[in-house]
Structure formats: C-alpha cells, structure tokens
C-alpha cells in the first residue's frame, strides 16, 4: 500500500507564507514518482498549481501561482514541500498531494495522478 500524508496547512493572514510537506509512506519507489500540488476551493474544481519530476530536475506550475509558489521534493525523506509567499484570499482552499510514475517530467493535470493524500486546509484571512 502507498500513503501520502500532507501537512502545514493553517490559518495565514494574507501577505504571510506557509510551507506544506507531503510524505509518501509504503511501498512506492518515491524518486520514480512525479509529484503534484493541488488545490480545491468550495464549489470550483480541482485546480493543478505545481509539479515536480521524480528526479526533482522538472518543476511545472500554474500561471496563477507562477512567482509565489515553489515546489521542492527531498527523495531520501520521501517527501515534497510547497513554500506559499504573499498569499492572497483566493488561495484559500484545500491543498492535496499526488503521484503517479513518472522520473524525468510531469503534469499538473488531476487525471495524470494515481495515488493521492487526503489534503491539508489553508486559510488565508485580512
């Protein structure tokens, strides 16, 4: 069986940071696993804002997101990291991890993951 667990999220004020961790727990070979953020909102779908191959070589991120977010993975832990700066109401959400096979390259598409964790909430306030 393979886990993915997230963590980090809380409550920010806008303009603050948050760093969430994903850590893949089991089975899975993490470093032949491309990883993936995601967030979803109430009522919106869910929305791919970062990726990052296995290798950690190739990182992909969503043009709303471009600049603030950055997506990092430490393979030896087995775990990812997403640093949120400057953080806007309109990142409020709930934030998921994902992976699906893939060393040298990913996608920020939902339909590309295989296994996914069960999200952590970020809540951005004035």
């Known amino acids: 069986q393979r886990y993915l667990l997230e963590s980090g999220g809380g409550s920010v004020q806008a303009g603050g940071s948050l760093r969430l961790s994903c850590t893949a727990s089991?089975?899975?070979?993490?470093?032949?696993?491309?990883m993936g953020w995601f967030r979803q909102a109430p009522g919106k779908e869910r929305e791919g804002v970062a990726c990052i191959s296995g290798s950690g070589a190739y990182n992909s991120y969503a043009d709303s997101v471009k600049g603030r977010f950055a997506m990092s993975r430490d393979n030896a832990k087995h775990t990812t990291y997403l640093e949120i700066n400057d953080l806007k109401f309109t990142d409020t959400a709930k934030y998921y991890c994902?992976?699906?096979?893939?060393?040298?390259?990913?996608?920020?598409?939902?339909?590309?993951?295989?296994?996914w964790g069960q999200g952590t909430q970020v809540t951005v306030s004035s």
């Open positions: 089991g089975t899975l070979n993490f470093a032949d696993y491309a």
């Open positions: 994902a992976a699906y096979p893939r060393r040298n390259s990913c996608s920020t598409s939902p339909s590309a993951y295989t296994y």
